[in-house]
């Protein structure tokens, strides 16, 4: 494609669409193929995705089932929009399978268009289920770009002037590397935990809606609680009859290695898990999945939505379980999630601005620090690294309150040598700064 036609695009983008859709790189890269771990830009140009849109790509580009399934649907004329007023065969079978991968008894489904409105369902059903309206939610978190998401967010950096955030209160975030108490990760008292408490006896009358948390914190910067937080959270969050969230539109489908959701690998069983980015690998799908007696909270009242479960969405959803049960990506994930963190720990021997390496599975983020010592964030060399690893053929992200920190989240079909690539690409970055 000529070197017109990107301009073109950049001057419409300008004038055309809100001030609020930046683009990566100073020169921005325009994407036309995929295909598995691998991307191609308008010049023919192939990168390594080590991010996969914002962590979306769970089972790989134009995986060739889902393919097959789309061709076999367009060519018969398969139905391309019908709401759930009518019968489809994709909503429902997706509910199933997901019921099936989702832990205890979480088995009533409600189909989104995305992680925000999957958010904005289970806080309105928590609400109703409890009557009540105070959620917590933690700072360093994301839920989305809608209101009520955005009323919860942790972050000043997405939010606006005049953005309401009534009945929610923030909690400070688990983050051991920046620890708000002065603890070490393995030998602290869950000081972040008892900030619940603590939250809940000074902000509220002692009774919540809900508790909203990421197992572990996307946009915050793969910010990973220690071990036992979630379980303490839980009972402290049961104890003042709140109802818990755990978003995992970043660590849902077995991206972390263990369980299919994330919170399962804490032995959690929350009242809702919500859903989006890898549960569509790509496809703009989202999804709720709570237990019977919260979701018959809703019951009497009429609640719709145009596009979720539509079947096109529905099969890619469906087609994304299946797929990661029969290539065994789960496992997958946690192996290579290892193999990369090894290499990370030798990259870190050679450049000490890698102040921290954190995340499980295929969620992992590298935090970038002036020196170890001050631990103070390196924002700069974050920017600078996304554009030296891209003239390595490699596609990163970024993330965290001060965008310092590396996120990395590749397909969980990558393989050894695409992770060998990786990090023989991110050394000759690093060097490059
Ligand atoms: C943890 C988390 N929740 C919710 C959302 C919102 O999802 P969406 O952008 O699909 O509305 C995001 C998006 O980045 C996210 O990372």
């Known amino acids: 494609m000529s070197e017109n036609k990107r301009e073109q695009i950049i001057e419409q983008r300008k004038k055309f669409l809100y001030p609020t859709k930046i683009a990566y790189y100073k020169n921005p890269l325009h994407l036309v193929k995929a295909k598995g771990s691998y991307v191609w830009d308008d010049q023919g140009k192939k990168y390594l995705d080590f991010i996969g849109g914002i962590i979306c790509i769970s089972v790989g580009h134009n995986h060739p089932a889902i393919k097959n399934k789309m061709k076999e649907m367009i060519d018969g004329d398969a139905i391309q929009h019908t709401t759930y007023l ?9 509910a199933e399978k997901l019921a099936k991968v989702a832990p205890g008894d979480l088995s009533k489904v409600y189909m989104t268009n995305s992680g925000s409105e999957a958010n904005e369902m289970a806080v309105m059903t928590a609400r109703a289920a409890t009557g009540r309206q105070m959620v917590l939610s933690l700072r360093h978190g994301y839920h989305g770009g809608t209101n009520v998401p955005l009323g919860l967010c942790g972050h000043g950096t997405w939010k606006f002037e005049g953005q309401p955030q009534a009945s929610v209160s923030h909690v400070q975030a688990p983050y051991c590397y920046r620890c708000p108490w002065g603890k070490e990760r393995n030998t602290c008292n869950l000081e ?5 408490q603590e939250v809940i006896d000074t902000t509220t009358d002692g009774n919540i809606a809900a508790f909203i948390c990421e197992p572990i914190l996307g946009v915050g910067g793969f910010i990973d609680a220690p071990v036992g937080y979630h379980k ?5 969050v ?3 009859g709140g109802m818990y969230i755990s978003d995992e539109v970043q660590t849902g489908v077995g991206r972390t290695g263990k369980n299919f959701f994330a919170i399962a690998d804490s032995e959690v069983v929350p009242d809702f898990i919500t859903m989006a980015k890898g549960i569509g690998n790509g496809a703009p799908v989202g999804a709720v999945i709570t237990k019977t007696e919260h979701a ?3 019951k009497g009242k009429l609640h719709f939505n145009t596009f979720g479960g539509d079947p096109y969405q529905a099969m890619q959803a469906g087609k994304v379980i299946d797929i990661i049960k029969d290539e065994n990506l789960i496992e997958n994930a946690e192996k290579m999630g290892h193999y990369l963190k090894e290499g990370f720990m030798d990259l870190q021997k050679d450049f000490p601005i890698i102040g921290d390496i954190r995340g499980r599975g295929l969620l992992l983020g590298l935090e970038l620090v002036l020196d170890a010592k001050s631990k103070n964030p390196n924002p700069e060399a974050a920017s600078k690294l996304m554009e030296t690893a891209r003239s390595e053929n490699i596609l990163i992200g970024k993330g965290g309150l001060r965008g310092n920190v590396v996120r990395l989240a590749p397909s969980m079909a990558i393989t050894k040598n695409e992770c060998d690539e990786l990090l023989i690409g991110l050394r000759r970055a690093f060097r490059n700064l």
């Open 86 to 94: 009518y019968l489809s065969e994709y909503m429902a079978d997706f």
């Open 232 to 236: 303490k959270v839980y009972d402290i």
């Open 238 to 240: 049961k104890r003042a």
């Open 296 to 298: 018959d909270a809703l």
């Open 192 to 196: 972040c935990a008892d900030e619940v």
